[in-house]
């Protein structure tokens, strides 16, 4: 199934998988369904698979994920994925008489595909620019206070072949290229960041603090903002120094066919074919683990969270906790699926289980005979 995917999707899986702490990798299923969605145009059953795979889940638990969010589609769609809110604000403002002109005009319904496959048309929920209302995006990007013949003007365009600029955002791109931004790549295209700025009501925040003095201490709205090379290129050397700073270990030896020394190679290795060395930050200690150690330094004592944060009282002092003892009797308890069962369904807890209810039914059973006993 998986031979459906290009060597650069497959580069782009591990390069995503490699973003996470390595007992996290299922954290990636987000931005690896996007990834499957930009090559085909939808999250396929290939594509499930594919991610099953990589990540060691199986098909069902990354179904529900792709089957829970609106952005991963279903089925085929369009180059263009037209939403129209309507939703209570917008609809007050017209956004449902503007969906119901443009699927009579484009002859199709919600989440249905024009003929030439350029548009697929749906409702949307709230698209959180309700100031703007009523809007429409087109892959995401917005279009702002549109009416029905507005929004005509733009799918027309959108099947001529043109790219109409959104009102705010970067310029159009279509639904697979945009699938790839979504799964955490850069918009590559000369100038695209530096397209179209933000809305006025959504600086209106800015200038009230502008015009009150309020501001962020210590905060240099001039900081650069590094590009995704950059901090690429310092992850890899913040991880040469730690590796340097580690003592010696013995060197283990590596063969062609991909397992390095004793070591066999890591499912999203194995499945994107890629043997590249991973560069990951060196901080790749559980989220979890972080929290913990954030909320108790010493794992002795604990220390109140943020200001403004509700600590509620205790009428005696906590036991010192050990989070990384924690972690492990967590990540124990929860074994990773993979195999075709749901995640810590294993053979000895079912056995375990059915021998317990099978106990308390011959308890209840003798107790029952018991009781009947004594009456007689
Ligand atoms: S109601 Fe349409 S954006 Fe919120």
């Given at each position: 199934m998986t031979t459906t995917f290009t060597d650069e999707t497959r580069e782009r899986a591990r390069e995503i998988i490699a973003r996470y702490p390595a007992d996290r990798s299922r954290s990636a299923l987000l931005p690896l369904l996007h990834l499957v969605q930009s090559e085909e145009g939808y999250v396929s059953p290939a594509g499930v698979t594919f991610c099953a795979e990589v990540l060691g889940l199986n098909k069902a638990q990354v179904g529900a994920v792709a089957t829970f969010y609106?952005?991963?589609?279903?089925k085929p769609t369009g180059d263009f994925l037209v939403s129209v809110c309507t939703n209570t604000m917008c609809n007050v403002l017209g956004g449902q008489e503007v969906y119901d002109t443009l699927s009579e005009h484009l002859g199709v319904g919600h989440d249905e595909t024009t003929a030439d496959g350029t548009i697929t048309l749906e409702h949307a929920e709230c698209l959180a620019a309700c100031d703007y209302g009523p809007v429409m995006t087109v892959n995401y990007d917005f279009f702002d206070g549109v009416d029905p013949s507005t929004a005509v003007g733009v799918v027309d365009e959108l099947r001529a072949g043109g790219r109409p600029m959104p009102t705010r955002g970067a310029r159009l791109c279509t639904l697979k290229e945009m699938a790839v931004q979504l799964a955490?790549?850069?918009?590559?295209?000369?100038?695209a960041v530096a397209d179209g700025g933000p809305g006025e009501a959504t600086l209106r925040g800015l200038r009230l603090a502008q015009e009150h003095g309020v501001s962020v201490p210590g905060?240099?709205?001039?900081t650069p903002i590094r590009s995704k090379a950059e901090a690429d290129k310092e992850a890899a050397k913040a991880k040469a120094a730690a590796e340097a700073a580690k003592p010696a270990t013995p060197v283990q030896s590596g063969d062609a066919?991909?397992?390095?020394g004793t070591g066999e190679r890591t499912p999203a290795a194995a499945a994107t074919g890629s043997t590249a060395p991973d560069v990951k930050a060196?901080?790749?200690?559980s989220p979890q683990v972080r929290a913990a150690e954030t909320r108790q330094p010493d794992a002795e004592t604990a220390v109140p969270d943020a200001p403004g944060t509700k600590v509620p009282a205790e009428t005696s002092p906590p036991g010192p906790r050990d989070a990384r003892k924690a972690e492990a009797a967590g990540v124990a308890a929860n074994e990773p699926a993979g195999?075709?069962?749901?995640?810590?369904?294993s053979t000895d807890a079912q056995e375990r289980n059915l021998t317990e209810a099978s106990a308390s039914a011959d308890g209840a059973n003798n107790a029952a005979a018991t009781e009947t006993g004594a009456q007689k």
């Open positions: 609106t952005m991963y589609k279903r955490g790549f850069a918009d590559e295209r000369d100038g905060f240099d709205p001039n066919t991909g397992k390095a060196p901080d790749d200690k195999d075709g069962k749901p995640a810590g369904d």
